[in-house]
Nanobody, 125 residues
Framework: VQLQASGGGLVQPGSSLRLTCAAS????????VAWFRQAPGKEREFVAG????????IYAVSVRDRFFFARYSAKNTAYLQMNFLEPEDTAVYFC???????????????????WGQGTLVTVSS
């Protein structure tokens, strides 16, 4: 099983980016999938995710109304649309997927069994 994250880059404040997480080896339709991020010198934190493929996304307060999470089972892919990016959004972004759906909290790293390699997002003028 592999998760491949892509779409990061260097952008100016106020710009948009879309991150993509492509899964291979199995599907995660009924299991939690999420994005986390780790800023320089900080711990990794939850950004957005949902419990099942058609479930309502949950967002960290810091990104609510600016970031949008979606995933499409047909492509075994998850996305993070990031709008109105701020310098504070600078981080390595990781996608994660769980092997089972047993009610674990979306925001906890221990819920997830598979992690992508990360993609760097830098927001700077």
């Amino acid at each position: 099983v592999q998760l491949q994250a892509s779409g990061g880059g260097l952008v100016q404040p106020g710009s948009s980016l879309r991150l993509t997480c492509a899964a291979s080896g199995r599907t995660f339709m009924g299991n939690p999938v999420a994005w986390f991020r780790q800023a320089p010198g900080k711990e990794r934190e939850f950004v957005a995710g949902n419990y099942v493929d058609s479930g309502t996304p949950i967002y960290a307060v810091s990104v609510r109304d600016r970031f949008f999470f979606a995933r499409y089972s047909a492509k075994n892919t998850a996305y993070l649309q990031m709008n109105f990016l701020e310098p504070e959004d600078t981080a390595v972004y990781f996608c994660a997927a769980a092997d089972k759906n047993d009610g674990g909290s979306l925001s906890l790293e221990r819920t997830y069994d598979y992690w992508g390699q990360g993609t760097l997002v830098t927001v700077s003028s």
